[in-house]
């Protein structure tokens, strides 16, 4: 999956974004499940050719930078793994479907908590309803941890995504949650070194993952929150 449009890491700075990148709030809705269960989009941003986007979670003009990184002292030291997906994924065979489940790229976001769960309903995917959901669960999975796979032709069930940059709101938790890639777009380390680039992944942006760039669900206990209306 190759694109031209890219992020690149600044060191101990902001994501720099290039080839014109479609830039917009997303917000995560819960269902009568009480779990979430869909995505409903917010506002758009201004297209523009590239833009610098906050990475320490201070900026006074989220998502934007604004040099906050500085003042702060923010240590983005990258520690995430550059192993591809299918190497940190434990497999999980169900009659229908199967799952590849990468821990280290969850950004909790709990869609894979509907109905039982990902992990059962791919269990019994031999049931039409458990399949759906299995199916639903893990495309709505914003980092990519979950994958589902088809059981005959062995590919991937993914959504069809253009490249964007969504910057997700958590309505349910009430924080503001990460940069979330789609599409493919090429992100390149600090270093110069490009991770897999994949169809869904999630970027740290509250300036607490442990997992840099990548989100681990840090904005939740730190309660992390860009000023956006729709999760007071």
């Not at 190497?87 to 229908?96: L, S």
């Not at 894979?112 to 059962?120: A, D, K, M, N, Q």
């Not at 600090?190 to 994949?198: H, L, P, Q, T």
């Given at each position: ?7 690149t890491i600044k060191k101990n700075g902001p994501y720099i974004v290039s080839g014109n990148i479609p ?210």
């Amino acid at each position: 999956m190759k694109t031209d449009k890219t992020v690149t890491i600044k060191k101990n700075g902001p994501y720099i974004v290039s080839g014109n990148i479609p830039l917009a709030k997303e917000i995560s809705v819960a269902g009568k499940s009480g779990e979430p269960e869909k995505w409903r989009k917010g506002e758009s941003y201004p297209k523009q050719a590239g833009c610098a986007l906050c990475r320490c979670g201070k900026s006074a003009n989220k998502p934007f930078c604004d040099g906050h990184h500085i003042s702060s002292k923010f240590d983005g030291t990258e520690t995430a793994s550059k192993k591809k997906h299918q190497q940190q994924a434990r497999r999980i065979f169900g009659p229908g479907l199967d799952l590849a489940d990468a821990p280290g790229f969850c950004s909790s976001a709990r869609f894979c908590h509907l109905s039982g769960g990902t992990w059962e309903n791919v269990k019994h995917s031999n049931n039409a309803k458990s399949k759906k959901i299995a199916i639903q669960t893990a495309c709505n999975c914003p980092s990519g941890r979950l994958v589902v796979y088809n059981k005959g032709s062995k590919k991937p069930i993914e959504p069809a995504f253009e490249p964007s940059i969504k910057v997700m709101e958590d309505s349910q938790a009430k924080v503001s949650g990460p940069l979330c890639l789609r599409g493919g777009i090429t992100l390149i380390s600090s270093d110069g070194k490009a991770y897999e680039s994949r169809n869904r992944m999630t970027l740290c942006r509250c300036g607490k993952s442990e997992n840099k760039p990548f989100c681990d669900g840090s904005h939740l206990h730190s309660h992390f929150k860009d000023g956006d209306k729709s999760i007071r």
